[in-house]
């Protein structure tokens, strides 16, 4: 198992040095900056300096993350580590930082190579005899992990650290699907203090240890017997959590600083939706208030001064913005919804804990919730559903089906990220080799359960879903030649982005309600049986 967990790193690594000299985002200059300021300013103005629009927003661990790696970045360029260069982008700055990268993924690796050799044999899952070779479980999931097509665009081309950070929840998962619990918790509690996005999942955490860690024993229906409460246990999880809080905010409270680093954690003033909306509800929310406007100024029953805000929302800038026939949507608004549509995947799990992979399920739909009704969401926050849902695609063929949906339009949405026409030969070509791998992986880990339709279709899909995956191909068409081609670039400029999140929106929401519906059925007892 880790023999070929490693051969696939050592595969995609030469991919990722390929892509070294390739397009860059601003988040590039966002992390050399950050470099300069941990290295050449004293902790107490870290969260204070400002001399960039990039100003540091990260939690502190991810600070003294960066503060590590100045130290070595300092033998590559020490002009890189001045706060005045701004947009400074030598040849070796470039190539540190993307080594850097490519270094810190193998905590990604490792993670994997962990959470494979927890995996049930295949015959527990698939009715047909075990497997070898490059068709078992194991070494599919590696593949669709180490290789993941959003990581590999966003990380070594777009530019971030998400391998990373996604190593350290999957070896948090993987310590608690080991029975190694406390282990488990201090690992997301560290997570959490490197990018505080992913405390959109600590619901699950918290249920999920709380019901089966904190309460010993069950009844025979499956209840939770409340006197088995152990309050050294409980203890035991607050104080390491609260210890690795300590250490991370620790110094800045010291310095009272806190108010200072939670305004640059938590900053309100950027509006509902990014500058390209992510797939997700408040894309739909604003287009049913573009479509309701225009209507009804076309029909004379709205004044005519809503024509001047109507192009507000679709300028393609982070800023906020007022509807104008529908309600505007303040943050709280958004964090009822998000709770709201969390609370019945988390009630069922304290219910029916079902095991790791109930917990895993119940942490991918707190994601989606976070995702779909979010405040200000990126685009690239898809990958906190489509990650841990790989963990379940490989041993449940409900799961896998949800997956194969999610993974193709999540992945697609992310298009946009690299708009130069000299990336678009390279995320086209990525693309349809990690989403070919992934039909041909899920069909060969449920070939015992795929169904058979009168209408063509895609392995494990039916022939609706069918068609929703292969209209991501004139979709892709119209965004990429035909809108240009009709001279459409100067007066419907976010035209592209908007048909693209919209259309990625209806399968995001459909995978959304298709999992919780999954979740929810699956009540009683978990039998690990195929699904």
């Not at 999610?406 to 708009?419: E, R, W």
């Amino acid at each position: 198992m880790a023999a070929y967990v490693w051969v696939v790193v050592a595969c995609i690594s030469a991919v990722k040095c390929l892509l070294i000299p390739a397009y860059r985002s601003t988040d590039f200059e966002v992390h050399r900056n950050w470099l300069a300021i941990t290295h050449s300013l004293p902790v107490s103005k870290w969260y204070y300096e400002d001399t960039s629009e990039w100003t540091l927003d990260y939690p502190p661990f991810f600070a003294w993350f960066e503060w590590l790696l100045s130290k070595v970045a300092v033998h590559f360029d020490p002009e890189m580590l001045k706060v005045s260069n701004l947009n400074y982008a030598s040849p070796a700055t470039i190539l540190f930082q993307r080594l850097s990268v490519i270094f810190t993924d193998l905590v990604l690796a490792y993670a994997v190579k962990e959470f494979c050799l927890t995996l049930p044999k295949p015959s527990s899952y698939r009715r047909e005899g075990v497997v070898g070779g490059w068709t078992e479980p194991s070494f599919t999931l590696a593949i669709l992990l180490i290789c993941n097509f959003g990581l590999l665009i966003i990380d070594h081309i777009h530019f971030q650290y998400n391998g990373f950070l996604f190593g350290l929840m999957l070896l948090s998962i993987t310590r608690i699907c080991q029975d190694r619990t406390l282990e488990g918790a201090v690992w997301f509690a560290a997570l959490l203090n490197f990018k505080h996005i992913y405390v959109y999942v600590a619901p699950a955490y918290f249920v999920y240890l709380l019901r089966t860690y904190c309460f010993t024993a069950s009844n025979q229906d499956g209840g939770v017997r409340w006197r088995s409460f152990s309050i050294i246990r409980f203890l035991a999880l607050g104080v390491l959590v609260v210890a690795v809080c300590a250490l991370s905010f620790g110094p800045f409270i010291l310095m009272d600083q806190l108010p200072q680093v939670l305004s640059r954690l938590f900053p309100f003033k950027r509006g509902l939706c990014h500058a390209y909306w992510a797939p997700n509800f408040w894309a739909l929310y604003n287009v049913a208030d573009k479509t309701v406007t225009l209507a009804g100024l076309k029909l004379g029953l709205l004044p005519a001064d809503f024509a001047t805000k109507q192009a507000a929302m679709t300028g393609g800038l982070v800023q906020e913005f007022q509807h104008t026939a529908l309600p505007s949507v303040p943050p709280i608004a958004t964090f009822v919804l998000t709770g709201v549509t969390m609370l019945p995947a988390l009630l069922h799990l304290w219910r029916y804990p079902g095991g790791p992979k109930g917990f895993i399920r119940c942490l991918t739909l707190c994601a989606f919730s976070s995702f779909i009704f979010g405040w200000h969401v990126h685009e690239k926050a898809i990958l906190l559903m489509i990650i841990p849902l790989s963990l379940l695609a490989v041993q449940s063929f409900k799961d896998a089906q949800v997956f194969l949906i999610l993974s193709t339009v999540g992945h697609f949405s992310l298009f946009p990220l690299l708009f130069s026409a000299a990336e678009t030969p390279i995320k086209v070509a990525l693309m349809i080799a990690y989403t070919s791998f992934t039909f041909v992986a899920m069909e060969t880990c449920h070939r015992s359960l795929v169904v058979s339709y009168s209408l063509p279709h895609f392995s494990l899909l039916n022939p609706v879903e069918t068609l929703y995956i292969v209209g991501l191909v004139p979709l892709f068409l119209y965004c990429e030649l035909v809108h240009y081609a009709l001279g459409l670039s100067q007066k419907l400029a976010f035209l592209p982005l908007l048909l693209m999140s919209v259309y990625c929106s209806v399968g995001v929401l459909y995978s959304w309600l298709c999992l919780y519906w999954n979740t929810l059925k699956r009540g009683g007892v978990n039998k690990n049986k195929q699904e």
